[in-house]
């Protein structure tokens, strides 16, 4: 069965500084793997996505992930992070056969001044 | 496009009450999705439907829920009757079979159950 973890359920970071949100995944074949944020009260927005094409993704307001098959990873990138990033990041395997997601506990990000 | 469109945003409502959350997908799109957000349990896929055909229900906590979707325009999920334990925010998401799976989702019903 796929399944997804991300092994933070909190970040904090200074304005500025690189952005890391780390995923590891687990599934038997090659997966369809998303990171889609979550601002406060609002509904989820689509990040990235990877779909076995190119293993570096980039992604909307400048994140991007690498799909990193040796170590089951797809982890969650950022240069310089903006106080507008704060919000939670959920990542998300699709289970193998069906359209259904199978989302990680969610990280949230906290950037400070 | 609007997006996913979701009423009522925010909904109260007394312990035994019927509720009826709506949901419009986005147009031409073949799958809805309902799910619910909470702290305790994150976010659960509920049901999900494709070509206006329910497909999954697994999701659905008990027989209190409900969801139907009449056309490829309108979906609604109903708790009947409600308690306390059902507060939590309701998603709903579309997608096209043919982009990847990608998932839009709705702003979200917020449901207090007192």
């Known amino acids: 069965a796929q399944s997804v973890t991300q092994l933070d359920s909190h970040v904090s970071v200074s304005e500025g500084t690189p952005v890391l949100l780390r995923c590891n995944y687990s599934?038997?074949?090659?997966?369809?793997l998303f990171w889609y944020v979550q601002h406060p009260n609002k509904g989820l927005q689509l990040l990235l996505k990877y779909t076995s094409a190119a293993t570096l993704v980039k992604g909307i307001n400048g994140f991007e992930a690498e799909f990193k098959k040796s170590e089951t990873s797809f982890h969650l990138t950022k240069p310089s992070a903006h106080m507008s990033d704060a919000a939670e990041y959920f990542c998300v395997v699709i289970s193998s056969g069906t359209y259904k997601y199978i989302f990680g506990t969610g990280t949230r990000l906290k950037v400070l001044a | 496009d609007a997006g996913v469109i979701q009423s009522p945003r925010h909904e109260v409502t007394e312990m035994g009450q019927e509720v009826t959350l709506r949901c419009k997908p986005i147009s031409g799109h073949d799958y809805l999705f309902w799910y619910r957000q909470t702290m305790m349990r994150g976010l659960e896929l509920l049901i999900y439907?494709?070509?206006?055909?329910?497909?999954?229900d697994s999701g659905m906590p008990e027989d209190r829920f409900s969801a139907k979707m009449p056309n490829a325009s309108f979906s609604t999920l109903k708790i009947q009757p409600s308690e306390p334990r059902d507060s939590a925010v309701y998603f709903c998401?579309?997608?096209?079979?043919?982009?990847?799976?990608?998932?839009?989702f709705g702003p979200g019903t917020r449901l207090t159950v007192l």
């Open positions: 599934s038997s074949y090659s997966p369809s």
């Open positions: 439907f494709n070509n206006n055909v329910p497909i999954d």
């Open positions: 998401a579309s997608s096209l079979a043919a982009a990847a799976n990608e998932q839009f």
